[in-house]
């Protein structure tokens, strides 16, 4: 069944960029009926959505992060990766990557284990 | 954007009661309200679509109604299992969520 896994650097340094990665097995990121997208949790908080991206490379960010944000798709990987730029404390969380249907009322079906970014020096 | 507010917050219920967790839009979301359970260190699990479908191996005791800004999540019999934090998710427009509703064993 599809799979997805996040990856990349646990700590990352106060106005830095953060770069994580999510890796789709099982299916193909190129199918036409999907978004793939990050979802966000503060440590003791609620979840927060950042943004998503189609196969074909086009992106919808949430406007409150959208600055500093940009998701990009590797379909011969079967990647998809987010960058966060001029990172503060704030954005210490566990992030998450998920897949959600590309149109219709429905929600996000598929989640990676989420993986935990602290900013700190 | 749409603002997302669920009550209650806490909830503290027993094994076989009934439960109840309502979440409301501060406009007009037609049925594109999601609702998941969370567990400590899980991922969300993704437990109502469209308001009220039932996603593929959820149990029949969760239900979901509403449509349009207020919608409802029932747990009709709590299981042992069911004790966990609930968030509401509009998909409507620009995804958000609400502030979540920790249900605990009384």
């Known amino acids: 069944q599809l799979q997805l896994q996040e990856s990349g650097p646990g700590l990352v340094k106060p106005s830095e960029t953060l770069s994580l990665t999510c890796t789709v097995s099982g299916g193909s990121i190129s199918s036409s009926s999907y978004y793939w997208g990050w979802i966000r949790q503060p440590p003791g908080k609620g979840l927060e959505w950042i943004g998503s991206?189609?196969?074909?490379?086009?992106?919808y960010y949430n406007p409150s992060l959208k600055s500093r944000v940009t998701i990009s798709v590797d379909t011969s990987k079967n990647q998809f990766s987010l960058k966060l730029s001029s990172v503060t404390a704030a954005d210490t969380a566990v992030y998450y990557c998920?897949?959600?249907?590309?149109?219709?009322?429905?929600?996000?079906?598929?989640w990676g284990q989420g993986t935990t970014v602290t900013v700190s020096s | 954007d749409i603002q997302m507010t669920q009550s209650p917050s806490s909830l503290s219920a027993s094994v076989g009661d009934r439960v109840t967790i309502t979440c409301r839009a501060s406009q007009s979301i037609s049925s594109y309200l999601n609702w998941y359970q969370q567990k400590p260190g899980k991922a969300p699990k993704l437990l109502i679509y469209a308001a009220s479908s039932l996603q593929s191996g959820v149990p029949s005791r969760f239900s979901g109604s509403g449509s349009g800004t207020d919608f409802t999540l029932t747990i009709s019999s709590l299981q042992p299992e069911d004790f966990a934090t609930y968030y509401c998710q509009q998909s409507y427009s620009t995804p958000n969520f609400g502030q979540g509703t920790r249900l605990e064993i009384k």
């Open positions: 998920a897949r959600r249907r590309r149109s219709g009322p429905y929600g996000m079906d598929v």
């Open positions: 991206i189609y196969y074909s490379g086009s992106t």
